[in-house]
């Protein structure tokens, strides 16, 4: 067996009776690779109908656009991913570049963590809203904020692929995989917490509770503005929590198949096939709540034009601010 602590060679672990370099595997493989590619679709074409969906505030599109981003990212990843694996199952070829499976896995922690961040900067944008009734801020507050919160997700992530902290490696020679037994333990644990509470828990309860504010500010106090379109982006502020929810229950289920039962076969499932079902909340979601993203994907899909100019007065008292 190689060595894997030195992060540059083509690590694997052939055998190992684990049977991922099987056809069931590689049969899985192909399933999670083309749901991803119905998924980018769906995140795309939801993504094109809020471009075009005028009668909602240009800050709030902008921030759904930008969760939409970090899942289309996470998404493509994963469709990399289980294509390699796929390939590597059924076909007779040398593996590729351990650097390849380095970027692959970078990206996709970069997609995973950007998810629930982005989420809770959304809802703190729907607080303002709900609040204090802002609707024309600045852009360059948004791309300000945008920006920075994409910085901080790189930052955090670029320890991801550091070979003290994590090591990556084909796994019986056909999945790319984090090896828990390479790397500093003490190192992981401490890069593990700061991930998991900056990352994914504090984001996380900002999402929820911020919402449910909104909510209960609404039912007691008079907004301004249209009511029911502020219950309704508070709303779609907490279901898509769900899809936060999912990844970060499925990543501490990695941590335990991985580190206490060491069975990194079940890991290699659960990461692929988890986080890929981890993504479908996130476009169903926005294309339930909002109206008017419903109208510009059935524009979208029946390439009818004038479509949006037929639903705009329909839509306008229910989802302009």
């Known amino acids: 067996m190689e060595n894997c602590s030195n992060g540059t060679s083509n690590c694997s672990y052939l055998g190992g009776g684990q049977g991922l370099d099987g056809p069931g595997f590689g049969v899985f493989s192909l399933l999670m690779a083309l749901l ?37 990212v996470m998404g493509g990843a994963f469709l990399f991913l289980n294509a390699l694996s796929f390939i ?6 040398e593996l590729p570049p351990i650097f390849l499976c380095q970027a692959l896995y970078y990206i996709l922690t970069v997609g995973t963590y950007s998810r629930p961040l982005n989420l809770s900067l959304y809802s703190v944008v ?34 991801a692929i550091v070979p003290l902290v ?9 999945a790319c ?36 504010y909104c ?32 990844n970060l229950a499925s990543n501490l289920l990695l941590a335990l198949t991985g580190f206490i039962f060491s ?14 079902l981890s993504l479908l909340p996130t476009p169903i979601f926005i294309i339930m709540f909002l109206k008017a993203v419903q109208g510009q994907i059935k524009a979208i899909v029946t390439c009818h034009r004038g479509y949006s100019h037929q639903i705009q007065p329909i839509l306008e008292p229910i989802e302009k601010l």
């Open 166 to 174: 994590t090591v990556v490696q084909y796994f019986e020679g056909v």
């Open 177 to 212: 995989f984090p090896d828990s037994n390479a790397g500093n333990r003490a190192l992981q644990v401490v890069f593990a917490f700061v991930r998991f509470t900056l990352g994914s828990a504090t984001p996380l309860a900002v999402s929820v509770a911020t919402p449910l």
């Open 36 to 72: 991803s590619v119905a998924l980018c679709a769906l995140t795309i074409l939801t993504i094109a109908a809020l471009c075009m969906a005028q009668t909602m505030s240009k800050h709030l599109r902008i921030f759904l656009i930008n969760i939409l981003v970090g899942v289309l």
């Open 263 to 276: 069975n990194a076969s079940a890991s290699v499932y659960l990461l692929y096939g988890a986080g890929v």
């Open 215 to 246: 909510l209960c500010y609404i039912r007691k106090h008079s907004v301004v503005g249209d009511v029911r379109y502020k219950k309704a982006i508070s709303r779609l502020s907490l279901f898509l929590v769900a899809g936060s929810t999912v």
């Open 126 to 159: 729907v607080l303002v809203i709900v609040r204090f009734g802002k609707k024309d801020w600045k852009m360059l507050y948004t791309g300000l904020s945008i920006a920075i919160l994409w910085l901080i997700v790189l930052a955090i992530n670029t320890f």
């Open 88 to 93: 590597l199952v059924f076909a007779e070829t």
